[in-house]
């Protein structure tokens, strides 16, 4: 059986941790070559080691996200080599936590240079490439970007960026067959939200108020980006996929399912 990105080549940033790295090893899973971006080069190495050691192919390109010039080397070096660019995912984020009355000029901005305006440079230069044969771009929002959160103004407010720019994008590459989809997690067990949740009992607090009463892992949004990546995606375009376990669908009226005993 043909694997789903059998010969496809993508570029993933933020690839040395969390989603981006299961994104990359669930890539590789399904034949695809993986380009490895990211701001450290260990992490990245690390995961390309994993990634070969399955019988995978992986590249490591070090890269500020945030840098324009160097984001569009990357990309044009990609098609340069393999000859081709077939799906781009804008994994990268910033995230400077303050509440709205706290955040200095410098903080409001510094939620944007990664998460919406890197994905903006991303989809800016990759577009025409992909455009050769057709492909997919995968924009990473978040839950932020949908709900109010305290302390996350920026990052939220950027982070409905990245979905409000992924509905134009697959508008203007429609007729080119580039697809454009956003993934929009909610809490997921990265690196960042460890450090956030650093303990089992905090992280069982959140879990609670979770439907599915659990959070999430890596590998279930990298799930769902390969499924938007892979061809069984093919008529799908402009949506953003939520993958929260049903936090943003509920509203929470404070009763019980007891209350609403239809015997």
């Given at each position: 059986?043909?694997?789903?990105?059998?010969?496809?080549?993508?570029?993933?940033?933020?690839?040395?941790?969390?989603?981006?790295?299961a994104t990359a090893l669930r890539f590789a899973e399904e034949g695809a070559v993986v380009v490895l971006?990211?701001?450290?080069?260990?992490?990245?190495?690390?995961?390309?080691?994993?990634?070969?050691?399955?019988?995978?192919?992986?590249?490591?390109?070090?890269?500020?996200?945030?840098?324009?010039?160097?984001?569009?080397?990357?990309?044009?070096?990609?098609?340069?080599?393999?000859?081709?660019?077939?799906?781009?995912?804008?994994?990268?984020?910033?995230?400077?936590?303050?509440?709205?009355?706290?955040?200095?000029?410098?903080?409001?901005?510094?939620?944007?240079?990664?998460?919406?305006?890197?994905?903006?440079?991303?989809?800016?230069?990759?577009?025409?490439?992909?455009?050769?044969?057709?492909?997919?771009?995968?924009?990473?929002?978040?839950?932020?970007?949908?709900?109010?959160?305290?302390?996350?103004?920026?990052?939220g407010a950027a982070k409905a960026g990245v979905l409000s720019l992924t509905r134009t994008a697959a508008?203007?590459?429609?007729?080119?067959?580039?697809?454009?989809?956003?993934?929009?997690?909610?809490?997921?067990?990265?690196?960042?939200?460890?450090?956030?949740?650093?303990?089992?009992?905090?992280?069982?607090?959140?879990?609670?108020?979770?439907?599915?009463?659990?959070?999430?892992?890596?590998?279930?949004?990298?799930?769902?980006?390969?499924?938007?990546?892979?061809?069984?995606?093919?008529?799908?375009?402009?949506?953003?996929?939520?993958?929260?376990?049903?936090?943003?669908?509920?509203?929470?009226?404070?009763?019980?399912?007891?209350?609403?005993?239809?015997?």
């Amino acid at each position: 059986m043909a694997k789903r990105l059998e010969n496809k080549v993508a570029l993933i940033t933020g690839a040395g941790s969390g989603i981006g790295a299961a994104t990359a090893l669930r890539f590789a899973e399904e034949g695809a070559v993986v380009v490895l971006c990211g701001r450290r080069q260990e992490p990245l190495q690390s995961v390309a080691e994993a990634i070969r050691a399955a019988g995978g192919r992986a590249e490591v390109v070090p890269l500020d996200a945030a840098d324009e010039v160097a984001f569009a080397k990357a990309l044009n070096a990609a098609v340069e080599k393999h000859g081709r660019l077939d799906i781009l995912v804008n994994n990268a984020y910033s995230m400077v936590g303050a509440s709205i009355v706290d955040s200095s000029t410098a903080d409001w901005r510094a939620n944007f240079t990664v998460s919406l305006d890197a994905t903006f440079f991303g989809i800016r230069a990759a577009m025409p490439l992909i455009a050769r044969q057709g492909g997919v771009i995968v924009n990473i929002s978040s839950v932020c970007g949908q709900l109010g959160a305290p302390f996350t103004a920026g990052y939220g407010a950027a982070k409905a960026g990245v979905l409000s720019l992924t509905r134009t994008a697959a508008l203007e590459g429609a007729s080119d067959n580039v697809r454009v989809n956003a993934v929009v997690p909610g809490v997921v067990l990265t690196p960042g939200a460890e450090a956030a949740l650093p303990t089992e009992e905090a992280q069982r607090a959140t879990a609670a108020g979770v439907p599915l009463r659990r959070l999430g892992d890596p590998r279930d949004v990298a799930n769902t980006i390969l499924f938007l990546a892979s061809d069984e995606a093919s008529y799908i375009t402009g949506v953003a996929l939520n993958v929260d376990g049903g936090k943003t669908c509920e509203l929470s009226t404070g009763a019980s399912m007891d209350a609403f005993d239809a015997t």
